[in-house]
């Protein structure tokens, strides 16, 4: 019996492997969209997505603060640097199908699939495109420790889809709008063209997973009759621990669907369940 959507996103974070993970992820969107362009479309359904994704041995998965910080001017930092994209990209995977599996008893519109499916397609090709500047620098990924709490966003918001939508997307995928040009021109002054090649990927592609968060965000909003703004605060306040960093990167932010006052007033204070006494 052919596979539904549902139990596809869940044999893709039950892989450990991130090659061939990825792999999965590339054939299960084929599969996906070859069906909606035959006109046969392939059913939602229903699965039980783990908690947390599979991982593979390594890397060791450390506290962010024990995870050791290196200057982007050397050969060696720029490796760690990469490591950490790496395995930001790998993390993406796994929530751009964890919000197709998990919230299938909510009604959406075949776009939201459509728009999730294409997202996780691309971050998988983020993943090798990076895994493969770090072969070339003789590292890869595996071979440095990494950040811990990578999946806790995920974890925070497994029963509130826009929860899910505001933290992911709209804060964390934003983040990456305004540190990315900061890395690009590490590699460049580097001369290390394929890596600025794939962050240069990268970059104009996350623009659209912003989109697509801020797009659904809205539609959940319009459908509760609730003001997006003030929702978007609410939730990150809620989920969210600490305050938004600027600098932003206003003109892809706006490109994206974010517009200032959405979180200009969120960089400003620490919600005050984490304020120091």
Same mark, same amino acid.
């Given at each position: 019996?052919?596979?539904?959507?549902?139990?596809?996103?869940?044999?893709?974070?039950?892989?450990?492997?991130?090659?061939?993970?990825?792999?999965?992820?590339?054939?299960?969107?084929?599969?996906?969209?070859?069906?909606?362009?035959?006109?046969?479309?392939?059913? +939602?359904?229903?699965?039980?997505?783990? +908690?947390?994704?599979?991982?593979?041995?390594?890397?060791?998965?450390?506290?962010?603060?024990?995870?050791?910080?290196?200057?982007?001017?050397s050969?060696?930092?720029?490796?760690?640097?990469?490591?950490?994209?790496? /395995?930001?990209?790998?993390?993406?995977?796994? +929530?751009?199908?964890?919000?197709?599996?998990r919230f299938?008893?909510?009604?959406?519109p075949?776009?939201?699939?459509d728009?999730?499916?294409?997202?996780?397609?691309?971050?998988?090709?983020?993943?090798?495109?990076?895994?493969?500047?770090?072969?070339?620098?003789?590292?890869?990924?595996?071979?440095?420790?990494? /950040?811990?709490?990578?999946?806790?966003?995920?974890?925070?918001?497994?029963?509130?889809?826009?929860?899910?939508?505001?933290?992911?997307?709209?804060?964390?995928?934003?983040?990456?709008?305004?540190?990315?040009?900061?890395?690009?021109?590490?590699?460049?002054?580097?001369?290390a063209?394929?890596?600025?090649?794939? &962050?240069?990927?990268?970059?104009?592609?996350?623009?659209?997973?912003?989109?697509?968060?801020s797009?659904?965000?809205?539609?959940?909003c319009?459908?509760?009759?609730?003001?997006?703004?003030d929702?978007?605060?609410?939730?990150?306040?809620?989920?969210?621990?600490?305050?938004?960093?600027?600098?932003f990167?206003?003109?892809?932010?706006?490109?994206?669907?974010?517009?200032?006052?959405?979180?200009?007033? &969120?960089?400003?204070?620490?919600?005050?369940?984490?304020?120091?006494?």
């Open positions: 019996m052919p596979q539904t959507l549902a139990e596809m996103a869940t044999d893709v974070l039950t892989c450990a492997d991130g090659r061939e993970k990825t792999a999965l992820s590339h054939r299960h969107a084929a599969a996906w969209f070859a069906a909606r362009d035959a006109d046969t479309p392939i059913p +939602l359904g229903h699965a039980e997505p783990p +908690l947390r994704p599979a991982r593979p041995a390594r890397p060791e998965l450390r506290d962010p603060r024990d995870v050791p910080k290196r200057k982007p001017g050969v060696q930092g720029r490796i760690a640097l990469l490591h950490a994209v790496a /395995h930001i990209e790998l993390n993406a995977v796994d +929530l751009h199908w964890d919000i197709i599996a299938t008893d909510i009604p959406m075949a776009g939201f699939y728009d999730w499916v294409r997202a996780a397609d691309e971050e998988s090709k983020h993943f090798n495109l990076v895994c493969d500047c770090l072969e070339d620098m003789d590292s890869n990924y595996g071979a440095l420790p990494a /950040h811990a709490g990578m999946w806790r966003a995920a974890e925070d918001t497994a029963e509130d889809i826009m929860g899910r939508l505001a933290v992911v997307p709209m804060v964390l995928e934003a983040r990456g709008l305004d540190v990315t040009p900061g890395m690009i021109e590490i590699f460049r002054k580097a001369g063209d394929r890596a600025v090649a794939a &962050l240069e990927t990268i970059y104009a592609e996350e623009v659209g997973h912003v989109a697509y968060g797009k659904w965000f809205h539609f959940l319009g459908r509760h009759d609730i003001d997006p703004r929702e978007f605060h609410r939730l990150v306040r809620h989920y969210f621990r600490g305050p938004l960093k600027p600098p990167n206003a003109e892809k932010r706006a490109e994206a669907g974010l517009p200032p006052d959405f979180y200009w007033p &969120l960089a400003d204070e620490t919600p005050k369940k984490h304020r120091p006494r």
